[in-house]
């Protein structure tokens, strides 16, 4: 039985695992069926040395549930970064992953040979060559030393730290990398660059952050690459509510990221409906790259035709054949609630909005999926006068999540709210 | 069809180990064990404060014992570094400057530089290839009345700030109010927020009154009307969390979720920024959040829950919860009055 080590060797082993702890919480050892519980007991300890300061148990009876809880407007870091600076070495890595770099920061370029001469001369350490080769080949394939020719024989050289280099950019690169390891996509690398400089984010901090994105960056960068090189792929995913594994031939197109739902999501030409669909990000196990797409230019063409007739990322089954339309009529008090027209403009995507009677606007969209909309229409509970949708299964949604909330809220008090009041209600000032 | 791992492409990849934390924290070590030797119980505590919980458990014994070989031993209980130059700043990957390559097309990269520094930092990567392209990325749900990060205006105000920020320097703004008034004040910027769904930089800034009390004031970079710097400097770190811990709300917001329409998995999603905690409820098939949050965006919070509709439902503060009752109850009417009714030109 091997025992338990605070690094791991795969990062895909432990994604869903932070997951679970993170977004769930609720979850105890029992609901993790996959694995054995001891691998979940080396998970959980894992977890609970890399997010300390976030963790917190809950006990309900005999089961115990661990959980990772934060708000993510305080936090200068994701904390999630740590998952990704897991990663196992040996003693030789990260022997040779200073000694080389001390060696060679002044910048002399070496023979392999006198490398470790210079290594055993200066730091009394012993190495074979052929570690130190191998060694020198991943620090030059990973951009931190440089190979040159002279003679018979290769010449090694460190490439100076940019901070060393430009001084005059050090600070706005700074600020510069504070900001966007919060915000850019792989912000992990971001986090990274500061480790590399010896810095940390004093300045920045982000609202609504979902920190859960960054587990989906290894399948990301895939999906990326494919697209840069206008690639097809095949991507295996699991269903979030099924669990079912498929595997699906597509062309990739968009990366779709929602700041308000915190999901992200691949938007594709899939290969055997021949339709553009999307797929969860969170929900794709692995990416496979296939031959280049030779109609990758005319899918994106596609994709750009359709997209200003999308809600969100549905684009609509093949029984869908006509676009559907939208209809609210939203009432306010002008000028005081003028927020609400501003909400309707800046959230509305496009719809338009016209006055249909003195505090009344009417707000149109034509979209694909119409059903897409609704948890935006809800948010506006209160103050929708009328609703109707081309879709009737969309308008029966609304008005019987509408009749739900108004048995779930309203029993004890709309009965106590005279008719009188009521109308005094409907113009009244909301918060 | 070629089928090709997309790891196996030999891209660069993420989970290295040139990334762990236990590389930054023998750097952080050696960096103070080259100013001056440290002993084994200040060695721990550089990794228990730069490390994970129980990363000093396994660095510390392998630093001391020279499995990795660079501390030596200068007293009996003292330790120096053997290597000749400090380990920071390091030189970057190629990863890590491809994601710098590609932030050169995102026009907020615009705000941190002059003309000039950013004419530098083009330069210097004008050979390498971006890790992603700005393009390739969509945020469809964003609000669309985000900040004018192009203008020349806003990017001065920002700058300004930015540095005064560093200096912890007072400036003068002119500021134009939620109500269009416009205020004149000294402000101390002490930390940039900035909201992914709209888009805005927020500043929050420390007001000085003439008591010497301090308030902690948030303004949006966009309705800066004119900023400079003024000759007076703050002498100590603000701590703005303290400040923010007194607009948390007393009672957290609970809610009951059920697993219907998968709003369980979505719920949790979409509260995931928030400090919660989620409970099963035994014997049905829901569960119980509770959510801490923050007073000045309680409205956003209320917002967010209508949306889910019936498959969340608030139970408590009564506050919020009256809220949501008033709101279904004006709802309940509109829907039930006939249209001529809720629609008269009464109002």
């Keep these: ?431 | 069809m070629t089928a090709i791992k997309a790891t196996e492409n030999h891209e660069p990849c993420l989970f290295s180990e040139l990334y762990t934390c236990y590389y930054q924290v023998v750097a952080r070590i050696l960096t103070k064990a080259a100013r001056h030797p440290l002993s084994r119980r200040q060695i721990e505590d550089l990794a228990k404060e730069h490390g994970y919980d129980e990363s000093a458990l396994l660095l510390v014994p392998r630093l001391i014992r020279g499995d990795w070989p660079f501390l030596e031993k200068v007293s009996p209980d003292t330790y120096a570094s053997r290597l000749k130059y400090p380990p920071f700043p390091q030189v970057l990957t190629r990863l890590q400057r491809s994601w710098l390559k590609a932030l050169l097309s995102d026009p907020r990269i615009r705000l941190f530089f002059t003309d000039e520094e950013l004419s530098s930092f083009e330069k210097l990567f004008s050979d390498v290839p971006p890790l992603y392209r700005t393009s390739d990325f969509c945020f469809f749900d964003q609000y669309k009345d985000h900040d004018p990060f192009s203008s020349v205006m806003y990017r001065e105000h920002m700058q300004t700030i930015l540095s005064a920020i560093c200096e912890r320097r007072f400036l003068s703004v002119s500021y134009l109010s939620r109500k269009e008034n416009i205020l004149a004040h000294t402000w101390l910027p002490c930390r940039l927020e900035y909201g992914q769904r709209d888009g805005k930089f927020r500043l929050y800034a420390m007001a000085v009154r003439k008591d010497g009390r301090q308030r902690m004031d948030v303004l949006n970079v966009a309705r800066i009307l004119s900023v400079k710097k003024t000759g007076s400097l703050y002498p100590s770190f603000v701590d703005v969390d303290s400040f923010l811990d007194h607009d948390l709300s007393e009672e957290p917001l609970v809610l009951e979720i059920s697993t219907e329409r998968n709003a369980l998995e979505r719920a949790m999603l979409h509260f995931s920024c928030y400090q919660k905690q989620v409970e099963r409820l035994k014997d049905s098939n829901t569960y119980r959040c509770t959510i801490y949050y923050d007073r000045r965006w309680e409205t956003e919070l209320l917002i967010q829950v209508l949306s889910f509709g019936p498959v969340v439902k608030v139970l408590g503060p009564e506050a919020f919860l009256k809220q949501v009752q008033e709101r279904v109850a004006r709802q309940a009417l509109l829907m039930d009055l006939p249209s001529h009714l809720s629609g008269s030109d009464e109002w």
């Design chain 1, 1 to 431: 039985m091997s025992e338990y080590k605070e690094l791991i060797r795969q990062f895909d082993k432990i994604r869903s695992y932070v997951r679970d702890f993170y977004v769930y919480g609720f979850k105890t050892r029992e609901d993790f069926h996959e694995k054995s519980g001891r691998t979940y007991d080396n998970h959980r300890r894992r977890m609970e040395s890399w997010f300390s300061d976030y963790i917190r148990t809950d006990r309900n009876g005999h089961k115990k549930s661990v959980f990772l809880t934060l708000d993510s407007s305080r936090m200068p870091v994701n904390p999630l970064y740590q998952a990704w600076k897991s990663k196992t070495f040996t003693d030789n890595d990260i022997s040779l992953r200073f000694l080389l770099s001390d060696l060679l920061a002044d910048g002399r370029p070496r023979s392999l040979e006198r490398i470790a001469d210079e290594i055993q001369e200066q730091y009394c350490c012993l190495f074979d060559t052929q570690t130190i080769r191998r060694k020198l080949a991943f620090f030059e394939k990973e951009g931190l030393m440089e190979r040159k020719k002279e003679g018979r024989q290769y010449l090694y050289r460190a490439i100076p730290a940019l901070p060393l280099a430009h001084p005059e950019l050090s600070l706005p690169l700074w600020l510069c990398v504070s900001f966007f390891q919060g915000v850019a996509p792989f912000g992990f690398i971001g986090s990274t660059i500061l480790d590399f400089w010896g810095k940390k984010n004093k300045y920045f901090r982000f609202r609504s952050d979902y920190l859960i994105h960054t587990l989906e960056d290894e399948i990301l960068l895939s999906l990326l690459q494919a697209m840069e090189q206008k690639r097809q792929i095949t991507i295996t995913i699991t269903g979030s509510k099924s669990h079912r594994t498929a595997a699906r031939t597509v062309t990739p197109l968009k990366i779709l990221t929602g700041t308000q739902t915190g999901r992200r999501y691949l938007c594709a030409r899939q290969e055997s409906t021949r339709r553009l669909s999307s797929f969860r990000l969170d929900s794709i196990r692995d990416v496979k790259l296939l031959d280049p797409d030779s109609n990758y230019d005319t899918w994106q063409k596609h994709f750009r035709d359709h997209f200003p007739q999308v809600w969100g990322v549905s684009f609509g089954g093949p029984e869908r054949k006509q676009p559907e339309t939208v209809t609210m009529e939203i009432c306010l008090n002008e000028p005081e609630e003028g927020f609400i027209l501003n909400r309707l403009e800046r959230e509305g995507r496009g719809g338009a909005i016209r006055p249909v009677a003195p505090g009344v606007y009417e707000y149109t969209r034509v979209c694909v999926d119409a059903a897409e909309l609704l948890p935006w229409i809800k948010s506006f509970t209160g103050r929708i006068r009328r609703f109707s949708c081309t879709n009737p299964a969309v308008e029966k949604r609304f008005r019987e999540d509408m009749e739900l909330m108004k048995a779930c809220y309203l029993q004890p008090i709309s009965s106590a709210i005279p008719r009188l009041q009521a109308f005094s209600l409907i113009r009244g000032d909301m918060p």
